[in-house]
Every structure is written in C-alpha cells, then in structure tokens.
C-alpha cells in the first residue's frame, strides 16, 4: 500500500513539473504526451458541431421566412401597399384579398390594374390620387370576375387563334410589332401578354347576353319559337318581307348571314344588338333583338348584386357593400 502511495505521490510530482517547467530536450516527449492527454478531455465531436450549425441556422431561416412573409402580408392587408417590390412578390406568392360571389381577386390583378389608371392618367398629363385609382382597381377587377363567371354559365369561350387574329388588326394600326408593344407601354404600362389578357375579357364581354335570351336559345326550336319568347319577357318580332324597303339594313345582313348551319338556337351579333332568327319562309323570319346597351346594363347588374367580401384594410380601400373577411379566412378557405 505505501508503495503505491509511493508511486501516485511520484507521478503528480512529475505531472506538476511537466505542467509548470519549460520543455527540454528530455521532457519533451513527456509534454507531448501530456498536452495531448489533456486536450481530449475537453475537446468535442466534429459532427456534434455541425449538427448544431445546422440546427441553428435551419431554426435562422424558418423565422427569417415567417417574419419576412409577416412582413409581405402586413404591407397586402393593413397597408394596402403599391410599390414595385410587393408587386414583384404578389405576382410569386398568390394572395386573395377580394372575394367577388365565389370567385377570388388576387392582389396582383388589383395591383395591374392600378398601374393602369396611373399610368392613362400620368399620360393625360393629370395626376390620380392613391384612393381614386386603387377605387378605380377594385371596380375593374369586380367586374373583371362577373363577366368570367357569367361566361362560364353561358358556355363561352376564346380561342389563343381568335385572340391573334383580333390583335393583328391593331398591329399593322400601330406600324409593326415594335412599335405597337411600345404604345402600349407608353399608355397602360403593359406588356403583349398584358394585352392580349385584357383583349380575352372584352371578346368575353362582347359575347355575353342576358339570361333571358340565353336560356332562350338554349330551349327554342320552330315549333314554340313567340310562345317561348313571351314567356322569358322576350319581344318576338317578325317581317314578312325582307327585301322590304322598311327593313334595316342590320337586320338584313343578319338574314343574309344565314347558313344551313345556323340553326334557330344560333347568336348573332349585329352592329347594335344581338339577335335570334328563324326563317319561316323565302322572305319572312321571325327573330328576337336584344341591344347591347341593354346587355351591358344586364351586366352592370349582376355586377352590383354580387357578394363582396374583402380582407383589406377598409380604412385603406373603402368599397360600398363589401363584407368584411379575416386575413386567415381569405387566405385559407380558397
């Protein structure tokens, strides 16, 4: 036992010299050894560091990406903000803030349309208030979805060939392609694209009729063609010559547009209106005639009975006959 006393007393003597004496040519394995025993006890796994890097900077980015989309989110909702940076974010991240019946409005078509009157009034040489053009917005994008989901029940469609060959036209007015997208950039701030959206909902509107004479070129045939028409509160009107001095000329193109594929039930759309014909004979037709200013106040209606719901700011964008609707709600209920 004193001999390992002995012993233990001896190695934390010479422990005590290494720790405290410079090294020398005979002690300097023993420093060695003794610096390097040392170390270990306090030195910790590689790949324990790295798992709490990666932790640390995984748990960094999460809340950096939540305070960043609190941030987006606040400047859509509270601040109802218009600058080029949400604009660009609006356009990644989709983000409802009209609820137009039950068709949503995302704020980058708010904010094109914004852009829009800004730039038609800046190049008028007159200035546009931020309220007056975000009202402005709100009221295109409204009516935007209306005509869309009055399209949609009356089975209407645009073709990319139909919207081709009715920008041609605009084209060769402009002087070229250059110099026609560059108009457009000038005026509304739009691209091609832009155009031919915009282009797409006007041939919509243009085919848009009322629902009375929609249902009613859903149900006629010869045999029920006047009694059918006065019983959706429809006028049915006849000529018995329409080589007749009395006809109008409208009417007469639209006779003579007749083919064996126009059937009774077929749209024609004159210069004023709109009409169903069915001839009854070599000269005679019977047809119906809805003017397109009574379709667009048909539209103008259906615009202002439809369900608003917004999670704007009201304060911000004040909109008459609008239910207010949570941020969350907006959000996730799509």
Request: aromatic share 8%.
């Amino acid at each position: 036992m004193k001999s390992m006393l002995k012993k233990f007393k001896k190695k934390q003597s010479d422990k005590g010299k290494i720790e405290n004496s410079l090294p020398t040519n005979d002690t300097l394995e023993d420093h060695r050894r003794h610096i390097l025993k040392t170390g270990k006890k306090h030195s910790r796994p590689l790949t324990d560091t790295q798992q709490k890097i990666v932790i640390t900077s995984t748990i960094i980015a999460i809340l950096t990406l939540f305070f960043t989309i609190w941030l987006y989110l606040n400047a859509v909702y509270s601040q109802v903000n218009t600058s080029g940076l949400v604009q660009s974010v609006s356009q990644i991240i989709p983000t409802p803030v009209l609820k137009v019946n039950d068709s949503y409005v995302y704020y980058d078509e708010l904010l094109f349309q914004f852009n829009t009157a800004q730039n038609v009034a800046q190049n008028e040489n007159r200035e546009l208030e931020e309220e007056l053009a975000l009202s402005s917005a709100s009221n295109k994008v409204i009516e935007a979805q209306v005509i869309e989901q009055i399209a949609n029940e009356q089975e209407l469609t645009v073709s990319d060939a139909e919207i081709e060959e009715g920008i041609a036209e605009p084209i060769i007015l402009a002087g070229g392609d250059e110099t026609f997208d560059a108009t457009i950039l000038d005026i509304y701030g739009w691209s091609r694209d832009d155009f031919k959206r915009e282009f797409k909902l006007q041939l919509l509107k243009s085919r848009v009729v009322t629902n009375e004479l929609y249902e009613f070129s859903q149900q006629v045939d010869s045999s029920n063609f006047a009694t059918l028409a006065n019983n959706l509160g429809l006028t049915p009107s006849s000529v018995a010559d329409i080589e007749s001095d009395d006809t109008s000329a409208e009417l007469v193109a639209v006779t003579q547009s007749l083919t064996p594929d126009n059937s009774v039930d077929t749209i024609i759309y004159g210069e004023t209106g709109v009409y169903i014909v069915m001839q009854e004979s070599e000269a005679s037709y019977q047809y119906v005639y809805q003017t397109y200013e009574e379709i667009e106040a048909f539209i103008q209606e259906r615009t202002s009975q439809a369900e608003l719901q917004s999670c704007i700011n009201h304060n911000k964008l004040p909109l008459e006959g609008v239910n207010k609707k949570s941020v969350l709600s907006c959000i996730f209920s799509r």
